[in-house]
Structures are given as C-alpha cells and as structure tokens.
C-alpha cells in the first residue's frame, strides 16, 4: 500500500492530506484566523484558593484568570492495598480542602475555554487522545468506541486492552497514575 502525506501552505491556511494507494483518506484544514483554543492542553498550575463552601479550587495555569477545578474532578492517588473498601471510599468523597491546599502543585486537563470573566474549567483527569485509543491514566477502564459495531470485534479490543493494561509503571498502567505535585 503506497501511502503518502500531502502539505499544502498558503497564507493564512494550512491543508493536509493522506493518501493511502491515490485515495484521500483523511483531510484536515487549519487556518490562521481561527481562534486557538486551549481545550484539551496539559498544564502544571498551582493551587492558588481553595473554596470548601463551594467544593472547589481556583488553579493558576498561567492563563488571564484563574481556572476552576471541581471537587469531582481531582484525582487523588490512593494507597488502596493498605485501606480497607470503606476507607477508599471515605477518602474518595473526602471535601476539597482534605484533597488540595493553597500553593500545591497539580497536573490538569483544560475541559472548557475561559469565557468572559470567567477562568478556564479543568479537570485532574488527563485524557490523551491518539488516532486509535485514548490513554486515560488515572482510569481503570478499558472501552471500545461506539463506532464498532461488530460485537466479536468489540470483545477483541476490550481483551487486548484488557492484556495490555498489564504494562510497565512508566507505560500508563492503572498503580502508576499521575501523582499531584507537592512543593
């Protein structure tokens, strides 16, 4: 299979191509006066108000204003092989200020763009999406997009995904999530 990548560059606007044996097979368009978001981008912010009445914290992300992160969406890691069932859960719905405190480091996902005076939403739950999978490392989850439709190719998918959680700590492997940084 002859595959080839096709770049065209003029002026403000970027186009490219593949093309897999003289078919396009995927075609992407950027151009220079689309305004460039920041969903989606991973940043190292700190801690910078922690707010119990609202179960929630204000992270500086180097961003205008502050970003907003939710109680629901920090991830926390656990020593679960030392806690019993109801210890895990008791920490899990722990409020905001037992989970985060001012002038902590933390890695966060931008899941909404700032809008008028206010800050960007995040969440601790970093997601990286690839061409065929998303790496979801602080998740114990193995899916199959719903696009498949076929049961037997969906049930292969989950088993492979399923055989390669058991990966290297360095690979993503569900005992080796991100940890918050503590200055």
Known sequence: MAKELVVS???REKKIAIVEDD????FYVERGDENQGIVGNIYKGRVMKVLPGMQ???VDI???RDAFLHVADVFEELPENLLAPE???AARS???EDRLREGQEVIVQVLKEPLGTKGARITSHVSLPGRYIVLMPTVEHVGVSRKITDDEERRRLKTTGRRRTRCPPEEGHPRSRPRAFHS
Do not use: C, D, R, W
Request: glycine letters at 10%; zero cysteines.
């Open 62 to 64: 180097g961003q205008e």
């Open 87 to 89: 210890e895990v859960e």
């Open 94 to 96: 722990a409020p905001i």
């Open 23 to 26: 078919l396009v097979t995927e």
């Open 9 to 11: 560059l003029n002026g």
């Open 56 to 58: 929630s914290a204000f």
